[in-house]
């Protein structure tokens, strides 16, 4: 699942006290959890899904291209060495320029100041983790279950809400697969 939130400095704020709070107790980025740096400005909604995607590879059958290419060849990198790979990656890069180009308002430059950002939910081994590139590494919410994935999602999402409520510029996407 992908969360699109409007990075006000309330937002800010609790992010830096939550990842001080999460590296006190530890925080690192487990063996099996697939997590990415983002250096590649307004690219936030290709990191969230390949965030969701490298998490669910056990569950989804990627065909030839240039994603599948990105994930195979990043596999046993580290974070900061999977986003500097995505840098110079040709075939997501074009991916991604070909999709923005699709949308229906227009794309903005990879440079351009934008007050949005995507971050993405997703459930890995009985945890729910909270991915967004910026961050040193994921955000561990708790226990979670394929069955409550949703609901415990949408808790966090409605935390989000509630720090800023005067902000409502918010938007959900949900990756679904069937078993």
Excluded: W
């Amino acid at each position: 699942m992908a969360f699109g939130v409007n990075p006000s400095s309330s937002q800010e704020d609790f992010k830096k006290k939550q990842e001080e709070e999460q590296e006190a107790a530890g925080g690192d980025v487990p063996e099996n959890v697939y997590f990415m740096k983002q250096f590649v400005g307004n690219a936030c909604g290709t990191v969230a899904l390949i965030h969701a995607v490298a998490n669910n590879r056990d569950r989804i059958q990627l065909s030839d291209g240039a994603l599948k290419e990105f994930l195979d060849k990043t596999e046993s990198m580290n974070p900061e060495d999977r986003g500097h790979a995505l840098e110079g990656d040709d075939g997501i890069s074009k991916a991604h320029e070909e999709s923005a180009q699709e949308g229906q308002t227009e794309a903005p430059d990879r440079e351009a100041q934008v007050n949005e950002h995507f971050v993405a939910f997703v459930h890995k081994d009985g945890k729910l983790y909270e991915f967004d590139g910026r961050r040193k590494f994921p955000i561990t919410h708790g226990d979670a279950s394929a069955d409550s994935v949703l609901a415990d999602a949408a808790k966090v999402c409605r935390q989000y809400m509630d720090r800023d409520p005067d902000e409502s510029r918010f938007a959900v996407v949900a990756l679904a697969c069937t078993e």
